[in-house]
């Protein structure tokens, strides 16, 4: 990380603990809906995907059209964001705070933003209620945009177009950047993008983090942080 021009951040999962929450609600409205699944069923098949493509598997699975239910599922979403918030991921805050260390003692440590399959909408909630919002303002120009949502480009990983998107915004070459993922669609777009990619392992098995592409696996926050104090 310390030769990275740029690291980008996945939202969910990997800043906010919003996945239990988000996949025990697809789950619920998909049942409603009359296919019976639960919150795990959900994050093995649709953890990190397009949400336009879960609609379409959904309809084909119950046979018969759902107009309604992404919107349903988006509501109930920002509703339990606002009533009772969304923890930030263990050891984030001490990451950013190594990496903002980094920045005093050196202006040219990597940047970083992040980009997101969600709405810009739902990445500006959870990162608010969380308390990361303005850790990710840049650093030499808060005006300047550093969160990215595929919903901008109307493109979704695996694609890598996001995350070429967000590099060229900000700057830099793919292969100066370093992407933080625990989705195995994230890692294949990473690397589809030709960047680096660390996999967090929390709902996804770190086996199929790799088996994605990923160059590393961590299962914590915290092993960053050690990592970037010993190289200080």
């Known amino acids: ?39 795990d069923y959900s994050v093995k098949h649709f953890k990190g995907r397009n949400l336009h493509e ?31 918030g969304v923890p930030a991921i263990d050891g984030i805050h001490e990451l950013l705070d190594a990496l903002d260390a980094m920045h005093a003692a050196d202006p040219a440590a990597p940047h970083r933003c992040v980009a997101t ?18 850790r990710f303002a840049h650093p030499h120009d808060h005006a300047r ?23 060229a915004t900000m700057g830099c070459q793919p292969e100066g950047c370093v992407v933080i993922e625990d989705s195995t669609s994230g890692v294949r777009a990473a690397k589809a993008a030709g960047m680096q990619v660390i996999g967090l392992a929390a709902l996804t098995p770190a086996d199929s983090l790799l088996g994605a592409g990923a160059d590393r696996v961590i299962t914590s926050h915290h092993e960053l942080v050690h990592e970037l104090a010993s190289r200080s």
Not at 61 to 68: A, D, H, M, V
Not at 125 to 130: D, N
Not at 145 to 167: C, G
Request: hydrophobic residues 40%; charged residues 20%; negative net charge.
């Open 1 to 39: 990380m310390h030769d990275a021009q740029l690291i980008i951040f996945d939202c969910d999962g990997v800043l906010v603990d919003s996945e239990p929450i988000t996949n025990r609600l697809l789950a619920q409205c998909i049942t409603n809906a009359g296919w019976a699944i639960d919150a």
């Open 54 to 84: 879960i609609h379409a598997e959904v309809e084909a699975q119950i046979g018969q059209s759902l107009p309604t239910l992404l919107e349903d599922y988006r509501r109930i979403c920002y509703e339990e964001f606002e009533q009772v």
């Open 117 to 134: 399959n969600a709405p810009m909408r739902k990445m500006r909630m959870t990162l608010t209620g969380s308390g990361l919002i303005q």
């Open 145 to 167: 945009q550093t969160m990215f949502s595929a919903y901008q480009i109307q493109k979704w990983k695996p694609e890598p177009d996001l995350f070429l998107h967000a590099a």
